[in-house]
């Protein structure tokens, strides 16, 4: 379990009763209060099997209602709450530490409504991204993000994670793009921010409490959101490249002459992609080479994008940045390459015990931390894969090793967060804090922010019932 791995204490919260079973039972259908154990494991073990909780018992809830009654009265038993979504969260954000109550949306899945002229959508927070994309796209209109989870992850976790993804680059974070929410406190008390407006200057902008507070502020219900215009022309180029120094000069070059058609600029170091590729018996389009380059582009005009991106490739190789590339515009080549780039989070997984890292660390700086773990672990059997979004200067580091050991986790935390400080980067650049990290935010908040985080948990949580021992390193007392 995660409190004897990670050696946590449980907090004075409630013991949930036969009584609270039976109440819940009067709001929800019976099917959906889930006790039976074998029922409610999965739900206690995060995807990347880091951490285990306790709980005794998941709900489901349908409407925004059930939601408000079941955390009003979790509240006055200050009865613990775990919100989760499709439990693809990789810092143990969405699986209870003890007996949380799970609060589930996998049944709260309804599409509300389309614009499709401002292309403002509003949906249910329990919504699988990739259903959402799926159904926009037949309006010709995509989701302002993508990750490798979509088929997984819901809108209302991605809000709560702030997730960032594959097409950051040029459709922005989710501060942006969420247009309004409903959320409900930890007092039950239903908040209205739900608006398609893309300007609403009137006071506090309350929805950005939401959006990457992972379930510890309150508990996102209904989301709008900002969907862009289904690009006419996507192409993809996939590039061999030798050192990374070569991937920072691509990236320069893809910005002033590929320009406004840039979508994507995602690198994968040879480590990565070769184990990917032979753990998950996937095809390489290119063979074998130190570093490899996704570049993506989103145009309007088939023609004029893919004849840009094959210059850049042209230009790339006779200037030798670029060793060997492919570029195609045919959805099943794009669609293939790009699985190979979303399988690396799960590829480690078959090798051993994986440690995860997501970081924001300056550009220049970007694959230092790989190079100097390789060299940390010299003396050990571990591998590490080095990948990510160039784009958001967003590196995710994988240590992969035959089994976890404590002292293997000493040697690489808090190391590996003390150089991400020494580079002014973040200890955690689009996965969130969850369970994993509150003891080494510091190292990216200064004691004034985590001070006012403190005081905006107080106020909208005093009984610390959301989602505890995530995020914050010490909630005022409960
Ligand atoms: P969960 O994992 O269920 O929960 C995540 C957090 O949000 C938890 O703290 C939970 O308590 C809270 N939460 C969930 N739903 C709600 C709600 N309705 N209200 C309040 N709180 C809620 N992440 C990226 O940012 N970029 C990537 O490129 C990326 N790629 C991934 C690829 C793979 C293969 C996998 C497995 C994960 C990847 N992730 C990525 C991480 C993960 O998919 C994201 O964090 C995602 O946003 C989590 O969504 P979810 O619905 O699974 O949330
Ligand atoms: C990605 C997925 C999770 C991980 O692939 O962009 O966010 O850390 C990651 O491998
Ligand atoms: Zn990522």
Redesign the pocket.
């Given at each position: 379990f995660s409190s004897e791995k990670y050696g946590v204490k449980r907090k004075s919260f409630g013991v949930i009763q036969p009584t609270d079973i039976d109440y819940f039972k009067t709001i929800l259908s019976e099917e959906r209060v889930v006790t039976d154990e074998s029922d409610v494991l999965p739900f206690n073990i995060?995807?990347?099997k880091n951490c285990r909780g306790q709980s005794k018992v998941v709900l489901k809830p349908k409407t925004t209602e059930e939601v408000s009654k079941i955390l009003s009265y979790c509240n006055s038993k200050r009865l613990a709450v775990?919100?989760?979504?499709?439990?693809?969260?990789?810092?143990g954000?969405?699986?209870p530490v003890f007996d949380e109550i799970v609060?589930?949306?996998n049944l709260?899945n309804n599409i509300i409504s389309l614009d499709e002229i401002s292309g403002a959508l509003v949906c249910e927070?329990?919504c699988?991204?990739e259903n959402l994309d799926n159904y926009v796209r037949d309006h010709n209109l995509i989701m302002p993000?993508?990750?490798?989870?979509k088929g997984?992850?819901?809108?209302?976790?991605?809000?709560?994670?702030?997730?960032?993804?594959?097409r950051?680059l040029r459709y922005g974070n989710l501060h942006g793009s969420v247009l309004g929410l409903e959320?409900v406190k930890a007092d039950g008390t239903i908040l209205d921010c739900l608006r398609t407006l893309k300007k609403d200057n009137t006071g506090y902008h309350l929805k950005h409490l939401?959006i990457g507070?992972?379930?510890?502020l309150?508990?996102?219900?209904k989301v709008a959101i900002h969907c862009p215009a289904l690009p006419k022309a996507v192409s993809l180029g996939f590039f061999g490249v030798k050192n990374f120094e070569n991937i920072l000069e691509l990236y320069k070059r893809a910005k002033s002459s590929l320009g406004e058609i840039l979508s994507a600029f995602e690198m994968a170091d040879n480590e990565s992609i070769s184990s990917t590729v032979k753990n998950l018996k996937l095809s390489n389009p290119i063979s074998d080479y130190p570093f490899y380059v996704l570049v993506e582009t989103h145009g309007s005009d088939e023609v004029h994008d893919s004849e840009k991106l094959s210059r850049f490739l042209s230009e790339g190789m006779d200037s030798g940045l670029i060793l060997d590339g492919t570029v195609t515009s045919e959805p099943a080549k794009m669609k293939n390459i790009w699985n190979i780039r979303?399988?690396i989070?799960?590829a480690g997984l078959l090798e051993g015990y994986t440690f995860k890292y997501?970081v924001s660390i300056p550009l220049r700086n970007y694959y230092e931390l790989v190079e100097l773990l390789r060299k940390r672990l010299r003396d050990h059997t571990a591998k590490v894969y080095g990948y990510g979004?160039v784009g958001d200067g967003n590196i995710?580091i994988n240590v992969i090793v035959p089994e976890y050991t404590k002292q293997l986790y000493s040697i690489l935390e808090p190391y590996i967060f003390e150089e991400v400080a020494k580079f002014r980067g973040s200890i955690s650049?689009?996965?969130?804090v969850?369970f994993r990290k509150p003891q080494f935010i510091h190292y990216s908040k200064d004691e004034s922010a985590l001070q006012l985080m403190r005081d905006m948990k107080k106020s909208m949580d005093p009984n610390g019932i959301?989602?505890p021992y995530?995020?914050l390193p010490d909630v005022p007392n409960i």
């Open positions: 995060d995807w990347i775990c919100p989760q979504g499709g439990n693809t969260g990789l810092v954000g969405s699986v609060l589930n949306f709260m927070s329990g699988v991204l993000l993508d990750l490798g989870a997984s992850c819901h809108i209302g976790g991605n809000i709560s994670t702030n997730a960032g993804g594959l950051l959320a939401f507070s992972e379930g510890t309150g508990v996102v219900t979303e399988s989070a799960g997501d979004h995710h650049a689009e996965h969130g969850g959301l989602n995530k995020v």
